[in-house]
């Protein structure tokens, strides 16, 4: 039986390692506390929204198949740093090792933690993908900075409404949840519009280089199928 041959442009592959880069670096700079404006948020605010923006391109240019490869890349991509990262922690350290506090701090992801951003990551990026679809087909390829917005928007108010209570419940006294998610969602989704144009010129200049300005008409948006590309 003949398989048809699937293939990815070297693009979409730097695309990817990026995106996975982002995720792992977004893992990290969470354990530090930020203030902005006098709002106190986690460091992962600074490169996190890159995944949307990423996720974007992708699934604007290459369509939504291609971006849950992505999605799913990144999460076991995002799993093996974590558990690795786990169980250097739980391994006790050389006798001349002052610095276990810290690695801790920084490693030591609580499970509770790790579940709630890895179910919310799942979700909001697979909003953020459907959403980008169904609207370019909705709109015939025009309005992409609202489409951009919006997506963003819907996926990360979904990654805020599991995120948060999951991970921070009991800890972060319930009447401070809501307006932590708000404050998420309102500064990531400006990050993007601030962004935008970078956008708009990155997903222009894709679309040239590859030929390619994919419209998802009639595929399954199944999230399971992270093989099927054509």
């Known amino acids: 039986m003949?398989?048809?041959?699937?293939?990815?442009?070297?693009?979409?592959?730097?695309?990817?390692?990026?995106?996975?880069?982002?995720?792992?670096?977004?893992?990290?700079?969470?354990?530090?506390?930020?203030?902005?404006?006098g709002i106190s948020l986690t460091g992962g605010l600074i490169v996190f929204p890159?995944?949307?923006?990423?996720?974007d391109c992708v699934c604007e240019v290459w369509g939504y198949k291609k971006a849950?490869?992505?999605?799913?890349?990144?999460?076991?991509?995002?799993?093996?740093?974590?558990?690795?990262?786990?169980?250097?922690?739980?391994?006790?350290?050389?006798?001349?090792?002052?610095?276990?506090?810290?690695?801790?701090?920084?490693?030591?992801?609580a499970p509770?933690?790790?579940?709630?951003?890895?179910?919310?990551?799942?979700?909001?990026?697979?909003a953020n993908a459907y959403v980008m679809s169904k609207m370019k087909l909705r709109d015939g390829g025009k309005r992409f900075s609202a489409r951009a917005i919006l997506s963003t928007i819907a996926g990360e108010s979904v990654d805020s409404i599991?995120?948060?209570?999951?991970?921070?419940?009991g800890v972060v006294p319930t009447e401070e949840l809501p307006k932590l998610m708000l404050w998420q969602v309102f500064l990531k989704t400006f990050y993007e519009v601030l962004a935008l144009p970078i956008t708009i010129r990155v997903v222009k200049a894709l679309k040239a280089h590859e030929g390619e300005d994919v419209y998802d008409t009639g595929i399954n948006y199944s999230i399971w199928k992270v093989f099927s590309l054509n």
Not at 50 to 55: A, G, L
Request: proline residues 3%.
């Open 68 to 109: 849950r490869l992505l999605i799913w890349l990144g999460f076991a991509m995002n799993f093996f740093f974590v558990t690795m990262g786990a169980i250097c922690d739980w391994i006790p350290g050389a006798p001349y090792w002052k610095n276990d506090a810290g690695f801790h701090a920084v490693f030591g992801l």
């Open 112 to 126: 509770r933690v790790a579940v709630a951003s890895f179910i919310a990551f799942v979700l909001g990026s697979f």
């Open 2 to 37: 003949q398989k048809t041959k699937q293939q990815v442009s070297v693009l979409f592959l730097l695309f990817s390692v990026l995106f996975c880069v982002c995720l792992i670096a977004a893992n990290l700079l969470e354990t530090k506390q930020i203030s902005v404006l």
């Open 162 to 169: 599991i995120f948060f209570p999951l991970a921070l419940s």
């Open 50 to 55: 890159v995944s949307y923006i990423i996720n």
